[in-house]
């Protein structure tokens, strides 16, 4: 019997898979794949990432990934201000997607539409006779109001804007989809929360970490040699909320830390350090690599893992990736958000500087030997992905009879 299939929108090219926001959007495409004939629309806003082209097409009945240059879409967002649009949504405007999207259904052949992020929903926002799926993942109007909090004027009006009309899109999209995804119960919960009208038609599915690909079962080369001090924080450096976790922790916490243990390092492993992660290496003690070809011996060598986020919004990969390779990890409260694992005996949280610094110098000690494996069965329990995803398969059944403006709600809430 033939495939079904089906429209996958994307904003970002959805590999490799483990690349930061890619590792959902690659884990459920490649799922889907698996019972569905996928059309591919995506966006490509990092040269490197053309390498993966080849590897996607084996997965697609057809793909249009389409190049953007983020200083020029940043620009043309602004002509959002005007028509009071969101500017997320203009960065990721292309009148070439939106052809290709209306040649798609307009052709016979689509049945289903799933749209990974609120950034793609324009594009299928008012297509009739699909049954359309929506991943917001995260609220993310709630991480711009955040930003506005702490941020300087006019900044902080450019945020507290952008959270107001995202905002609006958002819950106008929950509306018109059949049905809207989020990453996490609490995520589900706080949209709901300022969404109640959406509550019969969202549920959540949450993340999961690849068990093989990270597993304290690989041995690497250690990328660095220490003293049983070493911190390491992973994540894509020009990303806010990374950017503040590490200044804080840079600039508050490991000079407290490294009065107890002076050999303390902090490795800050990612792509696009930006400006302010850059100057963070002149510090004692702060390294920082840009991009690497692979995390794991990083993560692997740590004697500890941070994530020190006060900004977050989701199930931060990073922790699940970390728990996976059985490292001790310290996060904050906001990191945790999401995470099914017991705080104290699979991963230890701590707020403000000495909390932190109480914890981390814990671990360097040996007062918490067995949280490493406590981290990854916690992780096998709850977290893999063959588990989270399965909930997907209710999402499209029955193609066959689409038609109806609205599809029956099955219980995703895993």
């Not at 591919?40 to 990934?65: S, V």
């Not at 589900?188 to 929360?193: E, N």
Request: with cysteine; proline share 6%.
């Amino acid at each position: 019997m033939a495939k079904p299939d089906l429209l996958f929108l994307a904003h970002r090219i959805p590999y490799p898979p483990d690349k930061g926001d890619k590792i959902r959007s690659w884990n459920v495409f490649r799922h889907l794949a698996r019972s569905y004939r996928m059309h591919l629309g995506c966006f490509i806003d990092d040269p490197l990432d053309r390498q993966h082209l080849a590897e996607l097409r084996g997965y697609c009945a057809d793909m249009l990934c389409l190049p953007i240059n983020p200083r020029f879409q940043r620009l043309r967002s602004l002509l959002g201000i005007h028509w009071g649009q969101p500017l997320s949504l203009g960065y990721f405007h292309q009148p070439g997607m939106q052809r290709w999207v209306d040649e798609k259904l307009a052709n016979g052949t689509i049945k289903g539409i799933y749209a990974f992020s609120s950034a793609m929903a324009t594009y299928a926002m008012h297509a009739s006779g699909f049954r359309r799926v929506l991943d917001m993942v995260d609220v993310d109007s709630e991480k711009f109001a955040a930003y506005a909090k702490t941020a300087r004027y006019p900044a902080r009006a450019v945020w507290a804007r952008e959270a107001r009309t995202l905002l609006a899109f958002e819950r106008l999209a929950a509306q018109r989809f059949d049905h809207s995804l989020f990453v996490s119960e609490h995520e589900w919960q706080r949209f709901v929360t300022l969404a109640p009208e959406a509550l019969t038609r969202t549920s959540w599915i949450a993340n999961g970490v690849d068990l093989e690909h990270f597993s304290p079962a690989h041995r690497f080369e250690p990328p660095f040699a220490g003293d049983g001090a070493d911190m390491v924080f992973t994540g894509r450096m020009d990303y806010r909320p990374n950017i503040d976790a590490v200044q804080w922790f840079a600039h508050e916490v490991l000079p407290v830390l490294q009065r107890r243990a002076p050999a303390a390092r902090l490795w800050i492993v990612g792509a696009a350090p930006s400006a302010e992660v850059r100057a963070l290496a002149r510090l004692p003690g702060v390294q920082v690599t840009g991009r690497v070809a692979d995390t794991r011996p990083w993560l692997a060598a740590a004697d500890v893992v941070v994530a020190p986020l006060r900004i977050a919004r989701g199930i931060q990969n990073k922790l699940l990736e970390a728990m996976a390779m059985a490292r001790p990890v310290v996060a904050t409260p906001e990191a945790f958000e999401g995470v099914q694992a017991m705080p104290g005996r699979d991963i230890l949280l701590a707020s403000g500087v000495d909390e932190t610094v109480q914890k981390i110098a814990e671990v360097i000690d040996g007062r918490h030997a067995d949280i490493g494996g406590a981290a990854r069965h916690a992780v096998e329990s709850a977290h893999q992905w063959s588990v989270t995803l399965r909930p997907l398969d209710t999402l499209f059944e029955s193609l066959d009879g689409v038609g109806q403006s609205a599809m029956s709600q099955p219980d995703l809430r895993v």
